[in-house]
């Protein structure tokens, strides 16, 4: 069965570093997000991106924050500046869509310290 | 806004028995309304959705949710539940056509006892 996959699964970084979460999208999907999970808090929705450009974003996605499809495969989060409030885990999902199931990848835990 | 209220945080269920887990929402119009589960490691994935028609939902691995318009509720069910039905369990309301992003719950951490 596709799915989505995402990596790296953990990743450390100091604070002020530029980090970039990558997933790989289900192959015929047109839609993808980028949600986080602060610890002990709610899945909270970050972007939506389709046709590549961003569909929908949230106040969380400030400019700090940005997003790319470099290839046909690849759908990137790109955190500019980390700071420790950045520390989460970080869940990419997409979807054949707009109104469709939003097949959801593993995660990445991030880490800033 | 629109939001979700899951109102147990653990739950605790003997193997065998029942379970319900309760969904409130928060929505003007008529919500796409979701249930997702998340074992350790893994990622979210989805047990059932109602978009319309019939109030009662079946899913995946013996659940179901029944939508119930006037409390605002989207509660999942199991008649018997397996051990390896514990995970965290999250529901997830979506605006459909007015929106991309999902609203989650918190989620309910559930515990089986053998």
């Known amino acids: 069965e596709p799915e989505v996959t995402q990596t790296p699964s953990h990743q450390v970084t100091q604070m002020g570093q530029e980090v970039i979460l990558r997933c790989v999208p289900i192959s015929n999907h047109l839609y993808f997000y980028w949600y986080r999970q602060i610890l002990g808090q709610k899945v909270e929705f970050l972007v939506s991106f389709y046709n590549n450009e961003i569909s929908e974003k949230s106040e969380i996605f400030d400019d700090q924050f940005s997003v790319e499809r470099p290839d046909g495969s690849n759908f990137t989060l790109k955190i500019r500046s980390t700071k420790l409030e950045d520390s989460a885990m970080y869940f990419c999902?997409?979807?054949?869509?707009?109104?469709?199931?939003?097949?959801f990848g593993p995660g990445t835990r991030l880490t800033v310290t | 806004a629109q939001s979700v209220t899951q109102p147990d945080i653990h739950i605790t269920v003997s193997e065998g028995a029942s379970l319900e887990l309760r969904c409130n929402y928060s929505?003007?119009?008529?919500?796409?309304l979701f249930w997702y589960v998340q074992s350790p490691g893994q990622g979210l994935q989805l047990l059932l959705k109602y978009f319309s028609g019939d109030t009662l939902v079946q899913g995946i691995k013996g659940f179901e949710a029944e939508f119930k318009r006037s409390q605002s509720s989207f509660n999942l069910r199991k008649p018997s539940v397996h051990w390896s039905d514990a995970a965290e369990y999250f529901c997830a309301v979506g605006a459909g056509g007015g929106a991309d992003g999902l609203t989650f719950g918190k989620g309910t951490h559930l515990i089986i006892q053998p």
């Open positions: 999902a997409s979807s054949w869509d707009r109104d469709d199931e939003q097949y």
């Open positions: 929505y003007g119009a008529t919500p796409y």
